[in-house]
Nanobody, 125 residues
């Protein structure tokens, strides 16, 4: 069964950190670019970051540049999103998704075919 499972979400104070994990099962993670998306209540889904399947090129939306870092460990079939200096506006459900294409990855959700169920991140004092 092809599956992505996110973990690592929770409640954190502004300025704090969380590390999200996206674990793959049923397929070779190394053959896919992986993207992280988030959706806050009443807002559209937003592409936050992604890492390509080759050479590990990355993308970050402007609001998280310098604060979030994406990485992958293909041996562990896991992609991570390290989130530092968290702000209340980062509060959302974060989901990861897989894109089988070569080349640079991007934030367009339509290219991603397998999705996880999401993990809640709440930044609040």
């Amino acid at each position: 069964q092809v599956q992505l499972v996110e973990s690592g979400g929770g409640l954190v104070q502004p300025g704090g950190s969380l590390r999200l994990s996206c674990a793959a099962s049923g397929f070779n993670l190394g053959n896919y670019a992986i993207g992280w998306f988030r959706q806050a209540p009443g807002k559209e889904r937003e592409g936050v970051s992604c890492i390509s399947r080759s050479y590990g090129s990355t993308y970050y939306t402007s609001s998280v540049k310098g604060r979030f870092t994406i990485s992958r460990d293909n041996a562990r079939s896991t992609v991570y999103l390290q989130m530092n200096s968290l702000k209340p506006e980062d509060t959302a459900v974060y989901s990861c998704a897989a894109d089988p294409r070569f080349g640079p990855c991007g934030p367009a959700a339509s290219f991603y075919g397998t999705w996880g169920q999401g993990t809640q991140v709440t930044v609040s004092s």
